[in-house]
Each structure stands twice: as C-alpha cells, then as structure tokens.
C-alpha cells in the first residue's frame, strides 16, 4: 500500500492498493459511516426534456459514498463498499457500491482514525515491500502447494505423485511428479519470492535439486525444513515452530502464529499469560502485558485505542492477528484478545 497524501484538517488519507493484500487491510481499516472517495462508473442522469426511455452509457466520474456496508471475498480478491452518494457529480442520496481490486486508489475519511487503523495503515505500507511466501508441503504421494498471504495461508494446489512399485523407481522425477510441481509453481513464483519446501522424509530435497535444474534463475530462494507431516498440518507446523528462516519469521503472519502458540504454551502451564476483554484489559491497566495478542475482527468492531495506548505507554508490543488463519481461530477461542505478561496480576 502508498500513501499519496494525507489531509489533518478533515482527517482523510489518499492510499494505492498495490497488492492483493491491501484490500484485506482495507477491510479491517474502513468503518461504517466512513466517506470513501473514488473513480467509478454510473449510468448518465437522465434528461428532463428526454420523451421517450432511452438506455444511458456509463461514465466514470469520482464519486464519494457513505460507508453502508462492507464485503471483502477472499476468492477474486475484491472489495466492495457500499452506501449512499454524498459528494459527485450526480445522484447524490441515491446508493452506489464501489469495487476496488489491484491498482485502485481512494480517499479515506474517518471523523476519527484510531490508532489501530493508523498502525494498520502503516503495517501495509511496511509489508508491501516484502515478498510473499509459496510453500511446497509434500511426501513421496503428495504435494501441497499454499500461498501465505498477509490475511493468512491459502491452499492452491495439490498434485498427486501417481507413484506405486516399480513405476516408483523407474519414472524419473523432473520429469514426472516434480515436474508437474514446477509446472504449478512457475505461474506463483516472481521476482525474489522466496520458495518453501517442508515434510517427512527426503523427498524436499530431492524437489530442491530438480527444481533448480530446470530453472536455477526462478528458483534462487529456495528453503528446506524438516517437518512431521506433509499438506496444510506440516505447513502449520512449520510455522508455529518459528520456521528456523529470518525471511519467514518476519512475516507478519509467521510473526502472529509464533506470537498466538507463546500464548497458548504459556496459559496450557498456567504461566505469564491470561485472555479475555476483562482480564487482559486489567492486565493492561496494571502495566503487567508484554505482548497484546488481538484479534482483527475485534479491532474492526470496537475502539480499543485505550487498551493499546495502556500496553505501548509501558513498552509492551501489540499484535493484531488475522482471523483466517490457525492461530486466529485459536485465539477467537479465548474471546479474541491475550497477553503475555511480565509478571502474574
């Protein structure tokens, strides 16, 4: 995401969605109520003096809509916004919804930004600058091919070996399993993109040396960890375990799952941590949280500015973390908020 420019005096923000990810951002920043400003399309005003019903072209002009309604769909990756004309050309008090993918900008204005949705703006400005992460989770039988994105993991793919006997030995594998592999990855894969390969046995390895025959300028950034299992559990394994990879840890959602399993590790040893509204808040407030686990559905949904300022006041980290991923789920379970403490409340 980019800021294009900021205005202090009626509190908007001009951003560009640069990747995928900042529509997921977006979602979690815009309220209901909000003016959101944009370029769109909407059918020409009719004129009084047309005698007959004549179908209007749509033209595009800018638009500003009072947020109605939001909807984010994770599987075209779009956002769309819903409510009424306030500022424009036309229409004004009439409904319009506006829909934004890759590329698009708009003026965001909040008759208050909090500083959740500030920090959330900042943290996509940060992360765009990072690669994504494409992980191969396989065994001799299968691969699992997922794709981490800011919002989480997503399956992508799964290819199946086809391998059995004889034919296991003699089907030669870059030309074969591995190669179909290749075959799905090339069309994930850009510039700098660093490339996971992850389960049991040797099979990773045997992946790594065929990927980088047929293509060693594609597959510069490859890395290959041990796991227990294979699929979606050895990636999730992988990645509740602290992943061993700078490059992994410093994703944010590596960073949240690692944050959540510390979490859950210490409440399992009825240990420095506690969860829930009510006593995370009293944690808070007694300056005892060292790290403020958050759920971002929580963060969309109420003003918990004060609890944040508590913790970042007594040099405490906050955390929000993604509802569509394992750890998120986990942490819904503990009513959406947890902290590690510095010492027992």
Not at 1 to 28: F, K
Not at 238 to 266: F, I
Not at 325 to 344: F, P
Request: aromatic letters at 4%; a negative charge; charged letters at 30%.
């Amino acid at each position: 995401m980019r800021i294009l420019g900021e205005d202090p005096s009626n509190e908007s923000v001009r951003l560009q969605v640069e990747t995928d990810e900042d529509l997921w951002h977006l979602y979690n920043i815009i309220e209901v109520g909000d003016l959101v400003t944009a370029s769109t399309t909407r059918r020409e005003e009719k004129s009084a003096d047309k005698l007959r019903a004549e179908k209007m072209e749509k033209k595009r002009m800018t638009l500003g809509i009072r947020i109605e309604k939001i909807e984010f769909s994770e599987d075209d990756l779009r956002l769309k916004l819903l409510g009424t004309i306030e500022t424009g050309p036309q229409d004004i008090g009439q409904h319009h919804t506006l829909i934004f993918e890759n590329g698009d900008s708009m003026t965001i204005q909040k008759k208050r930004w909090r500083t959740t949705q500030i920090e959330r703006v900042q943290r996509a400005v940060s992360e765009s600058r990072k690669p994504r992460i494409v992980f191969v989770s396989l065994d001799q039988d299968e691969a699992t091919i997922a794709v981490l994105r800011q919002f989480g993991l997503k399956e992508v793919s799964t290819v199946r070996s086809g391998r059995s006997g004889k034919q296991y030995e003699e089907k030669p594998s870059v030309d074969g399993y591995h190669g179909e592999i290749h075959s799905k990855l090339k069309y994930l894969l850009e510039p700098n993109m660093p490339l996971v390969l992850l389960g049991p046995g040797f099979e990773k390895e045997t992946l790594a040396e065929d990927l980088k025959k047929i293509d060693p300028e594609t597959y510069r950034k490859i890395y290959v960890y041990h796991t227990g299992q294979s699929g979606m559990v050895g990636i999730n394994e992988l990645m509740k375990a602290g992943m061993g990879s700078d490059v992994l840890r410093e994703s944010s959602v590596g960073m949240e799952l690692e944050a959540v399993e510390q979490l859950m590790t210490a409440i399992a040893k009825d240990g420095l941590a506690t969860y829930g509204p009510n006593e995370v808040m009293n944690a808070a407030m007694s300056g005892a949280v060292d790290k403020l686990l958050i759920l971002d559905s929580k963060v969309r949904e109420q003003d918990l500015d004060d609890i944040v300022r508590a913790v970042e006041s007594q040099k405490g980290s906050v955390i929000i973390v993604s509802s569509q991923h394992d750890g998120g789920k986990e942490l819904a379970a503990l009513g959406g908020m947890g902290a590690i403490l510095r010492y027992k409340v």
